[in-house]
T-cell receptor
Framework: GAVVSQHPSRVICKSGTSVKIECRSL??????MFWYRQFPKKSLMLMAT?????????EQGVEKDKFLINHASLTLSTLTVTSAHPEDSSFYIC??????????????FGSGTQLSVL | SQQGEEDPQALSIQEGENATMNCSYK?????LQWYRQNSGRGLVHLIL?????REKHSGRLRVTLDTSKKSSSLLITASRAADTASYFC???????????FGRGTQLTVWP
């Protein structure tokens, strides 16, 4: 199957700092990637759809200025949590279709990033 | 909400037993997918069933879909300790790839 690599796996930062999370498709090109957030024992919440070469599409209620998404190449999308606060602490996961056109509907997920803001 | 909702929230069984998890959803769907997540890890796709299908098998997995009841079930037969994980159903939004997940069923299989 297609491989999605996410880095870092865990990050601890001070309140007010910014944190960047990278999501790479290793063996395929992904014109679209998706960012999810997961709270303990809760469902995954879709945050935004990252589109290569264009602006991300954010879900209702997600602050675009808080969660900056950049999809500069067909294999890399980044999520930057700006001015992080303790309430931003969560598990963030990226995913992508292996078929850049989206014809293959199953998603391949990164291993996730556990963010802890002190 | 387009999210699926799994039932039960937690399931604990012995190795060799079958595990059944259910998923209900609210809107019409194109397909429904089941994913597995080990603790602190990303999700792994298990199986996809399309709206015009009623049942699908993959190894020890059996998925059913009842679009009239807006529900699906995932059956894992002859469970193993390695099956211990959270299982999520996901429905697709209007855009390919935009999946909406439920809260999952935490399955624990005791050796």
């Amino acid at each position: 199957g297609a491989v999605v690599s996410q880095h870092p796996s865990r990050v601890i930062c001070k309140s007010g700092t910014s944190v960047k999370i990278e999501c790479r498709s290793l063996d395929f090109q992904a014109t679209t990637m998706f960012w999810y957030r997961q709270f303990p024992k809760k469902s995954l919440m879709l945050m935004a759809t990252s589109n290569e070469g264009s602006k991300a599409t954010y879900e209702q209620g997600v602050e675009k200025d808080k969660f900056l998404i950049n999809h500069a190449s067909l294999t890399l999308s980044t999520l930057t949590v700006t001015s992080a606060h303790p309430e931003d602490s969560s598990f963030y996961i990226c995913s992508a279709n292996s078929d850049g056109r989206g014809a293959n509907e199953k998603l391949f997920f990164g291993s996730g990033t556990q963010l802890s803001v002190l | 909400s387009q999210q699926g909702e799994e039932d039960p929230q937690a399931l604990s069984i012995q190795e060799g037993e079958n595990a059944t998890m259910n998923c209900s959803y609210k809107t019409s769907i194109n397909n429904l997918q089941w994913y597995r997540q080990n603790s602190g890890r990303g999700l792994v796709h298990l199986i996809l069933i399309r709206s015009n299908e009623r049942e699908k098998h993959s190894g020890r997995l059996r998925v059913t879909l009842d679009t009239s009841k807006k529900s699906s079930s995932l059956l894992i037969t002859a469970s193993r300790a390695a099956d211990t994980a959270s299982y999520f159903c996901a429905t697709r939004g209007s855009t390919l790839g935009r999946l909406y997940f439920g809260r999952g069923t935490q399955l624990t299989v005791w050796p």
